[in-house]
């Protein structure tokens, strides 16, 4: 079954450091997004991509974001100078379509410890 | 931003009992999905219900959307130990975005 790849799966890095995670999304899906899920709280939603530019953001996705598609494969996501509280896991995940009842596969997730 | 409210929070059952997890807003939804998460790794979708009072089953899972669909519920029969995982809702907000916000989860344990 096609996946959605995450690297890397851990990621410690020094506060102030710029860190940057990186996806594969499923080849035929069109648009992608970033979500993060601090321990112990819920899922909340970064930003989405379609077509080569920022669809949607949230109030978290500030400056310090950045999101890229370098290339026709990988997605990533920029954190130009992380702070403590960044620490959590980051999904990315990607959708075929995007309307009322599609379905989104999530990658496995980087955990991003920042000290 | 709607909030998805999910209860209980914490769910500890033998195998082979019967549960329910809901996921209640004062919102509508266009859909919404349910996502089975284990630890370490991203939510899996489950299922996707997009009709008011809509009912579907997955194996020994049954989901069911509100006539309102603004509340849904999961029922799993005979609970097995693999069924442990964090269960997630997620909606679609109607007449919104098609980004699903999630709630926070009920955490099912279930023993051998």
């Known amino acids: 079954e096609p996946e959605v790849t995450q690297t890397p799966s851990h990621q410690v890095t020094q506060m102030g450091q710029e860190v940057i995670l990186r996806c594969v999304p499923i080849s035929n899906h069109l648009y992608f997004y970033w979500y993060r899920q601090i321990l112990g709280q819920k899922v909340e939603f970064l930003v989405s991509f379609y077509n080569n530019e920022i669809s949607e953001k949230s109030e978290i996705f500030d400056d310090q974001f950045s999101v890229e598609r370098p290339d026709g494969s990988n997605f990533t996501l920029k954190i130009r100078s992380t702070k403590l509280e960044d620490s959590a896991m980051y999904f990315c995940?990607?959708?075929?379509?995007?309307?009322?009842?599609?379905?989104?596969?999530f990658g496995s997730g980087t955990r991003l410890t920042v000290v | 931003t709607q909030l998805l409210e999910q209860s209980p929070q914490f769910l500890s059952i033998q195998e082979g009992e019967n549960l329910t997890v809901y996921c209640n807003s004062s919102s509508v939804f266009s859909s919404l999905q349910w996502y089975r998460q284990e630890p370490g790794e991203g939510p899996v979708l489950l299922v996707t219900?997009?009709?008011?009072?809509e009912v579907k089953k997955l194996k020994r899972l049954t989901f069911q959307f509100g006539d309102a669909r603004k509340d849904s519920s999961l029922h799993i029969t005979a609970a097995q130990p693999g069924d442990t995982g964090l269960y997630l809702c997620?909606?679609?907000?109607?007449?919104?975005?098609?980004?699903?916000?999630f709630g926070r989860g009920t955490s099912l344990i279930v023993h051998p």
């Open positions: 219900v997009v009709t008011g009072g």
């Open positions: 997620a909606g679609m907000k109607s007449g919104g975005s098609y980004i699903p916000t």
């Open positions: 995940a990607s959708s075929e379509v995007i309307r009322s009842g599609g379905g989104y596969t």
